[in-house]
């Protein structure tokens, strides 16, 4: 059972470059998401998804594109590479449960990205 | 504006210390209150969850308190160890119909000196 696995682990990319993210869980979750996070600031939600083939903006969308076609898996797509796009990535998914006890994210290792 | 606010930003204790980290809050309306252990180069891992009602929650020698009134929560770490050196993620989930909606503090990172 390896909980939410990321790819690839680091990557450097040139401005305008394209690159996928792939995020994969074995724990069944309902819901996925891809957070970003930057030195001295909280994680900030980029896209998430609540089911296979469904998927929603969240706090800094611009410039990334994601996709649900398989449950277990959730990706995340830069098309053009930007500067500002540098940091660290975390794919983290949760089961469905509105509220209370089981509304615990298990999060991925992350992707550390660098765009020159 | 619904926000997450983390006290100290980072810490620096001795092992075999006791430490306290705070987590001030906006959200409304709540639904519950995680604190996350993430070490270097890691993703956060789940510490605790706490929901309206309880006010009160250990695992092992963390100890989170909440009190809904004033919107806080601590996370007390007794005994300090050299492996709890990391930050500390304090998470606020959003209730009603926004239940799909987190708000994560900026963090604390703890430093644990032998």
Redesign the interface.
């Known amino acids: 059972n390896a909980g ?1 696995t990321q790819t690839p682990k680091f990557r450097v990319l040139k401005t305008g470059q394209s690159m996928t993210l792939l995020c994969a869980q074995d724990m069944n979750h309902e ?1 996925m998401y891809w957070y970003r996070q930057d030195p ?6 980029i896209h ?1 998804s ?1 089911g296979e083939g469904t998927t929603a903006k969240g706090e800094v969308p611009d410039g990334y594109n994601v996709s649900r076609l398989k449950k277990q898996n959730f990706l995340l797509g830069l098309e053009s590479a930007a500067p500002s796009q540098t940091s660290v990535y ?1 794919c ?1 998914s949760r089961p469905f449960d ?4 089981k ?8 992707t550390r990205l660098s765009v020159l | 504006k619904n926000q997450v606010e983390q006290s100290p930003q980072s810490l620096i204790i001795l092992e075999g210390k006791n430490c306290t980290l705070q987590c001030n809050y906006t959200v409304s309306p709540f639904s519950n209150l995680r604190w996350y252990k993430q070490d270097t180069g890691r993703g956060p891992v789940s510490l605790t969850i706490m929901t309206f009602s309880e006010n009160t929650k250990s695992n092992g020698r963390y100890t989170a308190t909440l009190d809904a009134d004033t919107k806080q929560s601590s996370l007390h770490i007794t005994a300090s160890q050299l492996s709890d050196s990391a930050s500390y993620i304090c998470v606020v989930s959003e209730g009603g119909y926004n239940f799909n909606k987190f708000y994560f503090g900026s963090g604390t990172k703890l430093n644990v000196k032998p």
């Open positions: 939410v819901y001295g600031m909280g994680l900030r939600l998430y609540v975390f983290a509105r509220v209370g006890a509304n615990i994210q298990y999060f991925g290792a992350g």
